[in-house]
């Protein structure tokens, strides 16, 4: 199911990454949550929710990096 705030974000996002971070996992993982509806677009036996978290963590991944002391940091 879409996420309509960041408040409704899994713990793990919302206890680990920046607020900028979290805004880019929700509006990626409610995109590819439109976007692969169809079981035909996604890969092997993935089920909608479990390709729109790795698509959101993908997003993130693009931006932020997990720093020296691990927490989340933007890149440069």
Same mark, same amino acid.
């Given at each position: 199911?879409? $996420?309509?705030?960041?408040?409704?974000?899994?713990?793990?996002?919302?206890?680990?990454?920046?607020?900028?971070?979290?805004?880019? $996992?929700? @509006?990626?993982?409610?995109?590819?949550?439109?976007? $692969?509806?169809?079981?035909?677009?996604?890969?092997?036996?993935?089920?909608?929710?479990?390709? @729109?978290?790795?698509? @959101?963590?993908?997003?993130?991944?693009?931006? $932020?990096?997990?720093?020296?002391?691990?927490?989340?940091?933007?890149?440069?």
């Amino acid at each position: 199911m879409p $996420y309509k705030n960041l408040s409704d974000l899994p713990d793990s996002v919302r206890d680990n990454l920046p607020k900028h971070a979290q805004e880019i $996992y929700q @509006a990626a993982f409610n995109s590819a949550w439109d976007e $692969y509806a169809d079981p035909s677009e996604r890969r092997g036996d993935a089920d909608r929710e479990e390709t @729109a978290h790795k698509v @959101a963590w993908s997003a993130v991944k693009n931006k $932020y990096e997990k720093g020296d002391n691990g927490r989340w940091v933007q890149k440069e």
